[in-house]
Structure formats: structure tokens, C-alpha cells
């Protein structure tokens, strides 16, 4: 199974939450795992606007990402054409793009926003919440 990685879950898996089994078990076997490239920029967004939140960045999230043996998922074209398209569920900018990122490339994203399966009905496999 191919996975992309949703923000919150790749802060979790981290930080050593706690997370369902099945799910725990789906990371670890991945055959591919990717991070979208709106991950660090989004964690890059949240540091700054509240210093006092002890997210992982820099070089902790390219080291953690190391470890786990993700790869980062670049915007592509493709994916904004999917974007565009999308209906209006979730108004987070950086859920609506890896869920397009999702969709285009047929990845099964990993998330725990209650807002990701109403996106299933536009091609969203997703993993977690169903």
C-alpha cells in the first residue's frame, strides 16, 4: 500500500502518540510512505504564528522522515487541477491539498480529520477515519 502522510498523523507517529493498531501497522508496512511537501510548510506556518507549540521542524521533520523512509510528495500540476475541482468540505488549505495530492495519485491518505471522508464520494482512499 502506498500512503501519504496527513500533517497531524506525521506529528503523532513522531511524537510517539498513540494511534489505532491497524493503522500503526499500515505505516510500518507501507510499500511506499510520502509526506506532502505542504507538511513543513505548514508546520513552518503554525511555529511562527505560535512559538510557544513544540512542533517538529527543520531538520527534526527531514530526519524523522529519514527514519520512517518517507518521501516528500512535491505539487504538481496535476494536483491543482485536482484542487480546483474539489468540492468544499474542508476549507484547511493544506488538508484540501493533500487530499488533491491523494486523489491524483491513487495514494491512500492517513488521517484523523473527521472532515477526510467526505471526500471519499471524489476518489479519496483513506485510511483511519471511516
Request: hydrophobic content about 45%; cysteine-free.
Amino acid at each position: 500500500m502506498k500512503l501519504l502522510l496527513d500533517t497531524n498523523v506525521l506529528l503523532r507517529w513522531v511524537g510517539g502518540e498513540v494511534m489505532p493498531r491497524r493503522v500503526a501497522t499500515q505505516i510500518e508496512k507501507a510499500e511506499e510512505l510520502f509526506v506532502s511537501i505542504v507538511t513543513p510548510w505548514e508546520l513552518a506556518i503554525k511555529q511562527r504564528r505560535d512559538p510557544s507549540k513544540k512542533l517538529i521542524t527543520g531538520n527534526q521533520l527531514w530526519t524523522a522522515m529519514g527514519q520512517m523512509g518517507a518521501r516528500i510528495l512535491p505539487i504538481k500540476r496535476e494536483h491543482v487541477a485536482q484542487l480546483a475541482v474539489l468540492p468544499e468540505h474542508h476549507h484547511d488549505p493544506f488538508d484540501r491539498m493533500i487530499i488533491a495530492q491523494g486523489i491524483e495519485d491513487k495514494l491512500t491518505v492517513v488521517a484523523s480529520d473527521e472532515r477526510f471522508p467526505e471526500y471519499k464520494p471524489a476518489g479519496l482512499n483513506l485510511l483511519w477515519r471511516h
